[in-house]
């Protein structure tokens, strides 16, 4: 079931636990799967889920249209995806890790959807923001290994050069030539 946005949604911040919180309905509350370490404290203060990020919810889970995932877990992605938007911390492009594909030299749309290539995998990732050079993404596959000893889970957010992507369609005869 698609959870439809209220006026009584409103994020939170639970300082004991340093967790972000999206209050829904009836006492329902869902907890944002973004480490606290990545977050901007200083944003996170009782506001009302914006019509932005109404806009953003549904945008984006249009743009997961076409994949294979549960209502469950398109929500959650989507809703890790708005905070993400809302109260992460700015960050760097990570390359170290991806490998580098030389097929995009644009800036991506909002929700456009890519796989990333690592030395051990690959992953699907949606842009959150982007600009000409790196885009901030959410992983949208259920995990993605990126080092002998690091594996992000579904929902990771990171930035990453936009020579680092590789357009959905095209990855299957990408990763094809690297077997």
Known sequence: MILIPTEE???????????????LH????????????QLNKS?????????????HYYHFLECLGEFPFSDP???????????????????????RCYRDV???DFAPNKGQVFSVVTHYGYGD?????????????????????????EVLQQSAVFKVMNSKLLSY????SYLSKLA
Do not use: Y
């Open 9 to 23: 949604w409103c994020w939170t911040f639970e300082q004991s636990s340093s967790t972000l919180l999206l209050n």
């Open 26 to 37: 009836n006492q329902m509350q869902f907890q944002v799967g973004i480490p606290s370490k």
């Open 43 to 55: 944003l996170c203060f009782d506001q009302p889920f914006s019509l932005d990020d109404v806009s």
């Open 73 to 95: 877990e398109r929500v959650q992605i989507v809703l890790n995806a708005i905070a993400a938007i809302n109260f992460t911390k700015p960050s760097v492009p990570n390359g």
């Open 102 to 104: 030389g097929e995009i």
């Open 125 to 149: 990732v949606m842009t959150l923001t982007s600009n000409e050079n790196a885009s901030f993404c959410i992983l949208i596959s259920p995990s993605l290994q990126t080092q002998a000893d």
């Open 169 to 172: 369609h095209s990855a299957c």
